[in-house]
């Protein structure tokens, strides 16, 4: 038996769906949002209906029958920290979706989205591995002092697909496998895979890490401290150094590595000097993850839109193939992994979860 899969997956100015047939991607559409559009909702939350409707007239566009699907699945947004996998939406966590409880963004619209859709068309609605997937170790929440603790939001959905991905393919089992799993994007997260749990990471949401083409990655406490008192800045400002215009960005102007390969191509120094300190903070940090896992590394995988430049991955490569052998899958096809997901679910390959 087949199924057609529904995804839906909320950016901040773009809604990304898809149809699938079991993996068969049937078709896929990228709706665009303009900023004055948005900036009609007062929050979240009210955005909906009116992507909702986007997305039901697409799929008529494309002139499909929305009877014949089998579930929805969609990318799962802030809500409370939760163990990987795909999970049955609730009303538990349409309250938290809303609510936004580890904060506010696009991504809390999906199980919104799908849990009115399913509920319409009487079918599964499901969320795949959201951003706030915590399965960290007890002793890598620490941070040095009570008041604070580290804590687990990153590119879940895309580490958790091309880790199963490279078991799938190497006739193992996930949850046998130690992996170190490197997302490079507009984020750049790490995350050790200790037989099916990500047992460290990075909050790369908020910034933490290596640096990325837009965040700034873990800064000195002391002058963020001094950044913060000295009168010069507002929190917005700071925050927007952290996130949106910290890393790559704030040294060269762009956040395009192709462009700023060529300029290193080119003769720029500078810029050159910019992408050999983001390569090694990003082979630092893995690293230190197979430092967290004893050593015990079966294989490195690199992934996001970032891994297609074979300069990033000889580099990377170069620095910790000592380590483990290295698998590259480029790109980040969020789409397949939550149509991924729900199809595990509705054979029984994988148990659905509850909120």
């Keep these: 038996m087949s199924y057609k899969i529904l995804v839906i997956n909320p950016g ?41 409707n ?10 499909f029958d929305i009877n014949t699907l089998d579930a929805v699945s969609a990318r799962g947004g802030l809500i409370k920290p939760i163990c990987g996998g795909t999970y049955s939406v609730n009303t538990a966590m349409i309250i ?17 989205i799908a849990r009115e859709m399913g509920e319409e068309l009487d079918i599964p609605s499901f969320v795949v591995d959201p951003p706030v997937v915590d399965e960290m170790a007890p002793v890598a929440r620490y941070t040095g002092h009570p008041v604070l603790e580290r804590k687990s939001k990153f590119h879940a959905l895309n580490q958790k697909a091309v880790a199963k991905r490279f078991a799938k393919e190497s006739g193992k089992k996930y949850e046998d496998i ?15 895979h200790v037989k099916g749990q990500i047992i460290d990471t990075e909050n790369a949401l908020d910034g933490e890490g290596p640096f990325s083409p837009e965040r700034a ?33 704030s040294y060269t102007g762009s956040t395009d590595m192709r462009d700023l390969l060529k300029m290193a191509a080119d003769g720029d120094e ?15 940090e893995i690293g230190s993850m197979a430092a ?29 193939s000592w380590i483990a052998p290295i698998t590259v899958y480029p790109g980040e096809d969020e789409l397949l992994a939550l ?8 054979t029984g390959e994988e148990k659905i979860l509850k909120y």
Excluded: W
């Design 178 to 192: 130690n992996l170190i799993v490197c997302h490079m994007g507009g984020g750049v997260s790490v995350g050790a």
């Design 12 to 52: 901040s100015t773009s809604t990304k769906i898809g149809v699938f047939e079991d993996e068969k991607m049937l078709f896929d559409k990228t709706l665009r949002h303009p900023a004055e559009e948005i900036a009609k909702y007062a929050t979240i939350a009210d955005q909906k209906d009116f992507r909702k």
């Design 217 to 249: 990655g873990s800064m000195p406490t002391g002058g963020i401290i001094d950044l913060c008192f000295s009168g010069e800045y507002t929190e917005a400002q700071i925050r927007k150094m952290m996130v949106g215009r910290g890393g790559l960005v």
């Design 292 to 320: 967290a896992m004893k050593g015990k590394v079966d294989q490195i995988i690199l992934t996001g839109g970032i891994a297609y430049g074979k300069e990033t991955v000889d580099a990377i490569s170069e620095m910790v």
């Design 96 to 112: 938290d979706c809303i609510k936004g409880v580890q904060g506010q963004h696009a991504c809390n619209l999906g199980g919104l």
């Design 270 to 284: 500078k810029v050159q000097e910019v992408i050999d300190a983001f390569h090694y903070q990003i082979a630092k």
């Design 54 to 63: 986007l997305v039901i007239e697409a799929l008529a566009e494309n002139n």
């Design 339 to 346: 149509a991924q997901g729900a199809l595990r679910a509705l």
